[in-house]
């Protein structure tokens, strides 16, 4: 982690963390939609019609599994998505700000 700020020698220094922030927004996202849209998908059609061959409770309980897969779903999707975002702040993006006179950097190669 860098320690100083190269401008003004400050030891005052804070993350962004911008790509992290971002990545976990939009895997959370995409774990929620691919969830959801892979329960949704082995659904029944014939739900708008009343039909004898469908028990009652099926549509709740597959709201109930599609509301648990977009749970997992978004969990899992934004754990990669911080872990991608992690790996762009640390090698991109210029992820370390000076808090005492605003400059911002990226990582300091040895």
Partial sequence: MAS????????????????????????????????????????????????????TAAPFSTIASAVLAGLFGGAAGCAVGATLGEAVDDNILNNWQCLACGYTFGQQRS
Avoid: Y
């Fill in 4 to 55: 100083i700020c190269p401008q003004c020698h400050s030891d005052r220094i804070g993350t962004k963390n911008l790509g992290r922030k971002t990545g976990g927004v939009i895997g959370t996202v995409a774990g929620v939609a691919s969830g959801v849209a892979g329960i949704l998908r082995e659904a029944p059609s014939g739900w708008g019609v009343a039909s004898v061959a469908l028990p």
